[in-house]
């Protein structure tokens, strides 16, 4: 947003269209004296028309467009032209260089077939492989079409990743000459980077869910595009099944759903039986190779696998499927360090492993595009690159110099059961559907193999046909609430493509009813409809708006900021000692949540003091990266507790209560995640109410064994565990949470009859006070 | 920013705090707090304090012992499966009430799946989820299909060794069941024969006292096997009573004066303490029976039938002695046929 204000003073900004003159060519020596004149706004250029005669300035071709009935002849015209129909400033060099790449893409060819499918129809599904540069070209397809000037309206474009979001507006701002954040820009949670001029606006799917939340016919928009839907993720479904609503009264709301998988008649028979349109990928043939047996361990017959192709199979990249970020990094390691021996020993080209995954730093995720190696020597054997990714690499990145995947059959997936209430991120088998995405890496640039490291026979009788779409793996305590923000009463037979299973939709509900979200009539309570205006989690929510009855909204601010983002924690495999005496600095004794706050203080302080920060954070094991982005949601959520006159508190730090104060807060958003100590000698600790025996993560610095903890998270590896704990008190939970620590409520066992102790403790202890008196 | 404190607090905090630390997990109140009340069960003997304390020591130290981890892990899946097997939905759990579920059924929920009414449209594929989706954990770093190829295997080798060896061999075992019954109605058959030759003239003569190889060899073992169980008691019992290992243990002299009784009273006389008779042949290698036995029970179980028909007229399946040679009367040789 910065960036967009301190460049606007360029000179060609004030340039204005105008359907004068037919003689184009002369249009070039009006716009210079055009400069200067007041700002254009888009939106309002057709009231402009009548007036246009008076105004110098250059034609866009675009004015003589009429909405809804173009031609892909009358588009290229216009993008051919020199200055830029949008803007009117002239083309720039790289402008003409891309157009020229755009023009080979696969979609352009079917460029008329696709506006003519547009035109006769609400609803649309496009198919199209990754390549085929349907993100890309689809929505300015769409753009050129739509000719936002004349409505006002904009276009959407959805992306299940942030990430996605940012480089695909970023790509296109650069294909349309235009400044990111001007008339593309994109919007993600926590960050907006559009203006008033934006036209298309490309946007994480859960971003636009929540605009809907207040603009529930979503009004602003003329045309939505949900890119990936093939990916079914939790806010795309419910974007569907919404869209599906509103399509019926809104009739001049055109959608496009984009699927890259072949399932696309699932889409076309739940949007009733809309049209398909299908543009084939720049694929070649990829060979498949299983393995004759089972693998004993997946990650070092990955390892072998790549080092075998790189002794034996002719030049191209290998990209190789892990699971995640230790994994992924272990792997690296052990490749490199082979194939160094390779290269001794046997004459092998070099090769260059690159990890990615979602939490890498974008520099170092940038790094998968450099170039393979060059021969270690004139005429020696050609060099490689191995990319080692998690399944961020199956769909939506494409990377072009694949010719060998290696699929070892996993990933890691989100999962939730509403009967033992266990979220976690599993590491767990992955589909057909996968599998073939995986294996249609390989054939990018070139006829490919792929090496699955399972038997055919497993291939075809253990993989399930289809990844379960997110919302069967999801807990949906978030997403009722906002379907209940948005209006949809009736969630049981809310129309989505995938119904969850009742049980969890029950969970939902009952937890919404907990925290005071809803009424026990299901109805969307004054604390629900506030919490959903955070983007946030609704026990995170609530705690945050409940934050000033304890006497620390600035502390829990600051603490769910730090929730929000990826662990700031750094511990370097080479390091580990070092970074945990670094941690141990800001450990609080009574908790991994109070520990984070000293961290984040600790930060803030040296930053006052001007502190070269990336410095301070690289010596104090910190990500510099995910401290920013906490903060910079720190700023974001302050502002909204402002628009809702939410209170902003501290208790003196010297006050004895402050800490106290904080671990009371805690509970008021968090008081459905608490375990208990099994017994006083043990390390193992029982879930409230859910009854999961569970340890502390190794990563906490509580150190004494508590009996009572507050957790942020369950954690699933082969063992179960609940990360970022707090000690806190039995008796602050009859208190805080009354209703869901009615002891009669709960089922028999150690945890009932503790708390039915704490009851009577806290019973005969008022008595005293009340006789006292 | 939250370094500078803003407001000041106010001058009540919520908390109750520090009053307290003291352990509410070894806070025992029901019990003695009122001893009189009807908290035990009124048809025992009230608790003395004694025993009170007896008990709690051990449900402590139940409680204190360390597990080890493959428990702990047991214990976790354990907690996690049963979690996950109880639907929050059948009333015959037993669950609290539901909100939620309450709320849903104001919604219109009465069972099955959620979704659209209107299910005329959606493609079916469509899944509609009636139970939750199960959390499995994966072990370690085991490729895809090696835990089912594992079982697979384990259960292919069981069927292979159950569905010969093991139904073989209770089939063998029934069959060796009805060798010994055979072989027992041939033992009674022959001696109701000699008693009927013999007529009661003769001191009956026992099989024990013949030589083994004069009975036919089809329930020769029969007689061998108990002949070599007799005698082996037998040796046993003469060791136990033999006077050298009952006196084994006690110091032995030379006594120039212990004359012949004396010797035969102390047990260290030569003399035969005990004799027994056994069938002479009995130490004698049987190659004809060896034989025999080596064959697989049925074709045992054959050539008994075979030989109680041609000798007795009997017939094992019928349990009926045939008067004429031809049998008239028996459906025939095999078993099978008496069904």
């Given at each position: 947003?910065?960036?967009?204000?301190?460049?606007?003073?360029?000179?060609?900004?004030?340039?204005?269209?105008?359907?004068?003159?037919?003689?184009?060519?002369?249009?070039?020596?009006?716009?210079?004296t055009a400069n200067g004149d007041e700002q254009y706004n888009p939106y309002l250029a057709h009231t402009y028309e009548d007036s246009s005669s008076q105004q110098n300035g250059f034609k866009s071709p675009l004015d003589q467009l009429e909405r809804h009935n173009t031609t892909a002849l009358q588009m290229t015209k216009a993008e051919d032209g020199e200055r830029n129909p949008w803007t009117g400033e002239p083309h720039s060099q790289q402008y003409f260089k891309i157009l020229q790449s755009r023009r080979d893409l696969p979609v352009h060819k079917q460029r008329q077939e696709f506006l003519d499918t547009y035109h006769s129809t609400q609803i649309l599904v496009f198919v199209g492989e990754t390549g085929s540069g349907k993100t890309t070209q689809i929505p300015q397809y769409v753009l050129f079409d739509e000719l936002p000037f004349q409505t006002g309206k904009l276009i959407a474009c959805t992306q299940p990743r942030r990430v996605a979001a940012m480089s695909v507006a970023q790509r296109v701002a650069n294909e349309l000459d235009v400044k990111l954040g001007e008339e593309v820009g994109y919007s993600i949670r926590f960050e907006n980077k559009t203006g008033p001029k934006t036209m298309l606006k490309y946007m994480t799917d859960g971003q636009l869910l929540r605009e809907a939340m207040h603009d529930h016919d979503m009004t602003r928009y003329s045309c939505i595009i949900l890119d990936e839907a093939h990916e079914r993720t939790l806010a795309t479904d419910i974007l569907m099944a919404l869209l599906k609503q509103i399509a019926a009264r809104r009739k001049d709301l055109k959608i496009i759903v984009m699927s890259a998988t072949l399932d696309a008649q699932k889409f076309q028979s739940y949007f009733y039986n809309a049209p398909l349109l299908a543009v084939p990928g720049r694929t070649h043939p990829v060979e498949i190779f299983y393995t004759p047996e089972p693998e004993r361990d997946y990650v070092e017959a990955s390892v072998r696998t790549v080092l075998q192709i790189h002794a034996t199979e002719p030049e191209g990249d290998i990209l190789l499927f892990l699971t995640g970020e230790e994994e992924i990094e272990d792997a690296c390691r052990r490749i490199s360090l082979e194939v160094d021996d390779m290269i001794r020993e046997s004459d092998a080209g070099p090769m260059r492993v690159y990890p990615l995954y979602g939490t890498l730093p974008p520099a170092q995720q940038q790094r998968i595009f450099d170039k393979a190696p060059e021969p270690l020597r004139k005429g020696g054997r050609p060099g490689r690159k191995c990319i080692v990714s998690t399944n961020i690499a199956e769909t939506s990145l494409t990377i072009d110099g694949i010719v060998y995947v290696v699929d070892p059959g996993f990933s890691k997936q989100k999962i939730y059961n509403p009967r033992s209430r266990v979220e976690s991120l599993l590491v767990s088998p992955i589909s057909k559907a996968s599998a073939q995405q995986r294996a249609g890496r390989a054939g990018r640039t070139r006829p490919g193999k792929c090496f699955r490291l399972y038997t055919e026979k497993a291939f075809k009788k253990e993989l399930i046909e289809q990844?379960?779409?997110?919302?069967?793996?999801?807990?949906?305590?978030n997403t009722v609430l906002e379907l209940k923000k948005l209006g949809v009463e009736d969630l049981v037979h809310f129309d989505l493509m995938d119904p969850p299973a009742p049980e969890t939709m029950m969970r939902a509900l009952e937890e919404l009813n907990y925290l005071a979200c809803l009424d026990d009539d299901g109805e969307l309570t004054k604390l629900g409809s506030l919490a959903s205006e955070f983007p946030l989690d609704p026990a995170v929510a609530v705690m945050l708006i409940s934050s000033p009855e304890f006497y620390c909204s600035n502390e829990m601010l600051s603490i769910t900021s730090l929730l929000s983002v990826p662990s700031i924690w750094i511990r370097p495999n080479n390091a580990r000692k070092r970074a945990d005496e670094m941690k141990a600095q800001f450990a609080h004794p009574d908790g991994d949540h109070l520990t984070l706050l000293n961290a984040y203080h600790a930060f803030k302080g040296a930053e006052q003091q001007g502190t070269d920060m990336k410095q301070w954070c690289h010596e104090h094991f910190l990500s510099f990266r995910h401290l920013s982005s906490a903060d910079n949601v720190r700023a974001q959520l302050k502002r909204i507790m402002e628009t809702h006159d939410i209170e902003l508190i501290s208790t003196p730090f010297q006050d004895k209560n402050y800490y106290i104060n904080i671990r009371r807060a805690l509970l008021a958003g968090f008081f459905m995640q608490v375990a208990m100590r099994e017994s006083s000698n043990s390390k193992v600790y029982k879930t409230v109410k859910d009854d999961q025996l569970v340890m502390i993560h190794p990563s906490t610095v509580v150190t004494s064994p508590y009996d009572w903890v507050v957790y942020n998270e369950f954690v699933l590896t082969t063992k179960q565990y609940v990360r970022?704990?707090?000690?806190?008190?039995?008796?602050?939970?009859l208190e805080i949470a009354p209703v869901y620590y009615d002891v009669d409520t709960f089922e028999k066992g150690e945890i009932k009859s503790a708390l039915s102790r704490v009851t009577e403790k806290v019973r005969r202890r008022q008595a005293i006070k009340g006789s006292g008196r | 920013m939250s370094l500078t404190h803003p407001p000041p607090a106010p001058p009540s905090n919520p908390t109750s705090s520090s009053d307290s630390e003291d352990d509410y997990m070894k806070m025992t109140f029901p019990d003695d707090a009122c001893p009189s009340s009807t908290h035990s069960h009124?048809?025992?003997?009230?608790?003395?304090?004694?025993?009170?304390?007896?008990?709690?020591?051990?449900?402590?130290?139940?409680?204190?012992?360390?597990?080890?981890?493959?428990?702990?892990?047991?214990?976790?899946?354990?907690?996690?499966?049963?979690?996950?097997?109880?639907?929050?939905?059948?009333?015959?759990?037993?669950?609290?009430?539901?909100?939620?579920?309450?709320?849903?059924?104001?919604?219109?929920?009465?069972?099955?799946?959620?979704?659209?009414?209107?299910t005329s449209n959606s493609s079916t594929a469509t899944l509609r989820m009636v139970e939750p989706i199960r959390v499995a954990i994966k072990d370690g770093r085991e490729g895809i299909g090696l835990e089912s190829e594992r079982k697979r295997k384990l259960r292919e080798a069981a069927e292979a060794l159950g569905a010969q060896t093991k139904r073989a061999k209770a089939d063998e075992e029934g069959v060796e069941r009805l060798v010994y019954a055979a072989q027992r109605v041939a033992e009674m058959m022959d001696e109701e024969r000699k008693d009927g030759l013999t007529v009661a003239g003769d001191k009956k003569q026992t099989t024990s006292s013949r030589p083994l190889k004069s009975i036919p060899v089809v329930w020769r073992g029969l007689i061998r096997a108990r002949e070599e169980t007799e005698r082996d008691r037998r040796m046993r019992h003469d060791l136990e009573q033999s006077h050298s290992s009952r006196l084994g243990l006690l110091p032995t002299y030379t006594d120039a004066e212990e004359d012949l009784d004396d010797k035969l009273a102390q047990g260290k006389s030569a003399a035969p303490w005990t004799t027994y008779v056994t069938a002479d042949d009995l130490d004698e290698e049987d190659t004809e029976l060896d034989a025999f036995n080596a064959l697989p029970a049925a074709e045992k179980m054959q050539k008994l039938v075979e030989y109680l028909r041609g000798e007795y007229r009997y017939c094992f399946w019928c349990k009926t002695a045939y008067p004429d040679p031809e049998m008239d009367g028996c459906p025939g040789i095999e078993e099978e046929d008496h069904d």
């Open positions: 947003m910065t960036d967009y204000n301190s460049e606007s003073s360029d000179p060609s900004k004030g340039v204005k269209r105008t359907n004068m003159g037919e003689d184009g060519t002369k249009d070039s020596k009006r716009i210079k990844t379960y779409p997110e919302i069967l793996r999801s807990n949906l305590a970022t704990v707090t000690n806190i008190r039995p008796e602050w939970l | 009124p048809h025992k003997q009230p608790e003395t304090s004694l025993q009170r304390r007896q008990r709690e020591r051990r449900e402590a130290e139940i409680r204190a012992r360390v597990k080890s981890k493959a428990e702990l892990a047991a214990e976790e899946t354990a907690a996690r499966e049963a979690a996950q097997s109880r639907s929050l939905l059948l009333p015959s759990n037993k669950l609290p009430k539901s909100k939620g579920l309450a709320m849903m059924a104001k919604m219109g929920f009465t069972g099955g799946a959620l979704g659209s009414k209107d």
